[in-house]
């Protein structure tokens, strides 16, 4: 096996993904303007020095309140992906790993569902679920991702149910459950890590998409769609807003869809 | 045409199914019309004349195949919201998303076909990262952005158009169109990207295969391997991909359809559910699935024709 | 007819030459047995006869000659002209190597596509004609049917028919009935020395199985580790072998006393 190198394409994707991450986390405790903080006398500013994106129609600070919103972007996305992965493996696992009528079934609601638009299902879920708040949209994007990490895993079990050292650990009378997770998992981590950077860029897309419609997040929260939602509306006197606020976004799914073309280009030349 | 009726009648099964499931949703959390519709003025008497009025007071069942009768003759209700049929609120806005949509199609597969074989040819050379990166960066692009940026440039800069007030589709065609336009464009960018890179890997899987050897070997120079032999055996997964697009499509029309202002289904559905103006956020729900599992149908029917090994009727 | 001096091919990911040093030549039609196990180089020879290595990823050398045309070290577009029109290739796996998407008349009539001026009709004139001549029951169905509608042996039929259809000099036929059942082995074999004779075309025959080359080639050479170990009439190979590779490969073979084949 030869050794697996660190592409161009991971590399630069880490460097973008970490910097724009750095960067939030240290907004999350400390932000250069108090981000909700109004100004009569600064209002309409073009980027300078003192106000990195320039400011508002209220003198708002508007790198600070990038910071602050990517901070719940990123909150959003985070908690969606970990859902969706983590029960999306849970059906997978036990669909692929058992097969039968139950697996069909469930496969054929999954195809069913993912031909379906996820800010539609998204939109959907949150019009049953109830009001339109952030743990809503945690919620309803968390249910629409678990059909696409259910599919990932339950190829990747089904195709190792039958392979040679599974066999040979039956044989051993190793239980169902010790198969599943010391056997079996680690295995699929392989496909798991692909899906997770592009679940996580759905994401942020969906959450972005849902709060710049005004059903997602809503103040006091503002998330990255919040805000160019908000920039729309002031988009003739300050188009400022909606640039930094839209290149935050394309930045921070082109970092993590670059990450996610590098592994799976380590994952080709490995193989 | 065996195997064609069978899909249809599939789909139509499958119609029969999601309409009931809909329905059986919508009854459960909508809560009791006749109630929101009297509101204060409620008293039990007045309540179940208008229940007994409305129809609710028979079993659901009954209901479920009145309403579906009701959604195939074109009754489909009342808006609570607007007050009118919703049908005739519905079809002007059907027009015009669907206008917006096959635009955006037309403009995904015009561009990213050609561009994915283009981008073929630069396989392995250094040209190919950079292309790759903008590839991801076309993906990553969120259409509503694009779509901020447009009507800034194009609409408050040049002047091409004016965002948030959309002409009507028949009296001013033209001037319509050159605003859907932009709002396509936007709308088709991420999908075109992410068609290219699908296309351009099934080209160089095809291009692995023992019959392109053959094709080679007969004499046939690069371009007749590819157009003779590679595109057409690339085709059906094309197919395929552009059928989900077609589904993916009206999904983002929602977002770009509200940044540009444009009175379609989106902003109606976006609207409804804000307002949980339930009626018609049904009869939406029904009429986009309707178009997803219709555009899957139709691309399976393509590829039948394309792939003769699809017409042994076993695989559906 | 066709002339191999000092052939060397070495891919550049590999240490070890594919094919190190071999020279070999066909007569006017004559059939020639090239024998070997897996990775002795014999395929990478035919490949590199009908030009279809990939040449920016390997090394050649040495001179392959058809009736003294240069086919190792010539243009893109000389090439073109040869394959098809001068050598005909017939491959391992017919169910792969055609086209699946590609009627298996049109596939047939592909060479003449590219190679002639002939009109739809004469075309498929010629097809049925050469379909026939391979021995295919009802050419007329075969020319509308689909590969995967046809068997394995009837397939293979029709790609050496879509080899010969423009009658070329050279057959090259690449271990063309190892992936065929043993009776319709025998009737392929047939077939071959059937065209041989009335067609007057040159064949080079690849494959592992020694019992099939003796029952065609009158001539045969044997490769080994990309090395040319012997050469001779079959006669002389089989019965009197030199090397200790060829002696060895001809023990191999299942006898009448033991587990009875061909």
Same mark, same amino acid.
């Given at each position: 096996m030869r050794k697996r190198k660190i592409n161009g394409y991971l590399l630069v994707g880490l460097i973008i993904t970490g910097a724009l991450l750095l960067m939030t986390l240290i907004g999350a405790f400390h932000t250069p303007w108090d981000p909700n903080a109004m100004s009569a006398t600064e209002k309409f500013q073009a980027p300078s020095l003192a106000h990195l994106f320039g400011t508002d129609r209220f003198g708002r600070d508007i790198f600070s309140r990038v910071l602050k919103g990517s901070g719940t972007t990123l909150a959003i996305a985070l908690a969606t992906v970990a859902i969706g992965a983590v029960v999306g493996t849970l059906v997978g696992a036990v669909t692929g790993f058992f097969g039968g009528v139950v697996d069909d079934a469930l496969m054929r609601l999954n195809d069913a569902l993912t031909a379906f638009p996820s800010i539609l299902l998204a939109l959907l879920v949150i019009s049953i679920v109830g009001p339109e708040n952030k743990y809503n949209v945690v919620l309803a994007l968390g249910?629409?991702?678990?059909?696409s990490f259910a599919r990932v895993t339950r190829t990747a079990f089904a195709g190792l149910r039958? =392979?040679?050292y599974i066999t040979s650990a039956r044989l051993m009378? =190793? *239980?169902? +459950? $010790?198969?599943?997770l010391i056997h079996m998992l680690p295995n699929t981590a392989r496909v798991l890590l692909p899906a997770v950077t592009i679940g996580f860029n759905n994401a942020v897309l969906a959450e972005a998409s849902m709060s710049f419609l005004g059903i997602g997040v809503t103040p006091p929260d503002a998330s990255l769609g919040y805000l160019l939602k908000e920039a729309q509306s002031m988009l003739a006197l300050a188009p400022w807003y909606a640039l930094c606020t839209g290149t935050v976004i394309a930045l921070l799914v082109f970092g993590v869809g670059l990450i996610g073309e590098g592994l799976q280009k380590m994952d080709r030349e490995v193989a | 045409m065996k195997y064609a009726l069978k899909r249809i009648l599939m789909l139509v099964l499958t119609m029969v199914i999601v309409s009931f499931l809909t329905f059986l949703a919508f009854e459960l959390i909508s809560g009791d019309p006749a109630e929101a519709k009297l509101g204060t003025e409620a008293t039990p008497e007045r309540l179940a004349a208008l229940r007994h009025e409305m129809g609710l007071d028979r079993p659901f069942p009954v209901r479920y195949v009145s309403w579906l009768a009701g959604f195939v003759s074109g009754d489909l209700g009342t808006s609570y919201n607007y007050d009118m049929p919703v049908w005739e609120l519905i079809a002007p806005k059907l027009e015009v998303t669907l206008c917006l949509c096959l635009l955006s199609f037309v403009l995904i597969t015009a561009v *990213?076909? &050609?561009? =994915?074989i283009w981008s073929y040819r630069w396989t392995g050379t250094a040209f190919d990262a950079v292309r790759t990166a903008f590839n991801q960066l076309c993906m990553a692009v969120p259409p509503f952005f694009t779509g901020i940026l447009m009507s800034y440039f194009f609409g408050i800069v040049?002047?091409?158009?004016? &965002?948030?007030? %959309? &002409? @009507?589709?028949?009296? @001013? %065609? +033209?001037?319509a169109v050159t605003h859907l336009f932009f709002a396509a464009i936007c709308l088709g960018i991420p999908r075109a990207a992410m068609t290219v890179r699908m296309m351009r890997s099934t080209v160089i899987g095809e291009m692995q295969k023992a019959y392109v050897r053959t094709a080679i070997s007969r004499g046939n120079d690069r371009r007749g391997v590819l157009t003779r032999h590679v595109l057409k055996n690339s085709l059906t997964s094309a197919v395929t991909f552009l059928g989900q697009t077609m589904a993916e499509l009206i999904g983002g029309s929602v977002v770009v359809e509200q940044v540009f202002g444009i009175p379609g289904l989106g902003r109606l559905l976006v609207y409804s559910i804000s307002n949980r103006d339930y009626p018609v956020v049904e009869t939406l729900v029904v009429i986009l699935a309707f178009w997803v599992v219709l555009a899957g149908t139709l691309a399976d029917l393509i590829n039948q024709r394309i792939d003769? $090994?699809?017409r042994l009727g076993g695989a559906v | 007819m066709l002339e191999i001096r000092d052939l060397h091919v070495k891919f550049h990911n590999r240490d070890r030459e594919a094919v190190a040093g071999i020279s070999l030549t066909i007569g006017d039609g004559e059939i020639v047995g090239l024998v070997g196990e897996s990775g002795s180089g014999k395929s990478v020879t035919a490949m590199s006869i009908a030009g279809l290595l990939p040449r920016k990823q390997c090394d050649l050398s040495g001179d392959i000659l058809l009736d003294g045309e240069d086919l190792l070290h010539a243009p893109r577009s000389a090439l073109r002209q040869i394959h098809g029109r001068k050598i005909g290739v017939v491959f391992q796996e017919p169910m792969s190597a055609m086209d699946p998407l590609m009627k298996v008349g049109e596939q047939v009539g592909e060479v003449l596509r590219i190679h002639t001026r002939m009109s739809k009709e004469e075309r498929r004139a010629r097809v049925l004609e050469v379909l026939q001549a391979v021995e295919l029951s009802d050419p007329e169905a075969v020319y509308d049917k689909y590969p995967h509608e046809l *068997? +394995? +042996?009837?397939l293979q039929r029709a790609m050496i028919a879509a080899a010969i259809v423009i009658h070329p000099t050279l057959l090259l036929l690449d271990e063309p009935t190892t992936a065929l059942d043993v009776t319709i082995q025998a009737q392929i074999l047939e077939l071959l020395k059937k065209l041989n004779a009335e067609w007057g075309i040159s064949m080079l025959f690849i494959s592992h199985n020694l019992n099939v080359v003796r029952k065609l080639c009158r001539r045969v050479a044997v490769m080994q580790r990309g090395e040319l170990v012997e050469a001779g009439s079959t006669d002389q190979v089989f019965f009197r072998p030199q090397h200790p590779y060829t002696k060895r490969l001809i023990e191999a073979i299942p006898t009448r006393h033991g587990k009875e084949t061909l």
């Open positions: 249910i629409v991702f678990i059909p039958d =392979a040679n009378g =190793a *239980s169902n +459950g $010790r198969i599943l | *990213s076909i &050609p561009l =994915a040049m002047r091409l158009f004016i &965002p948030g007030d %959309f &002409p @009507d589709l028949r009296t @001013d %065609f +033209g001037e003769p $090994r699809l | *068997s +394995g +042996g009837m």
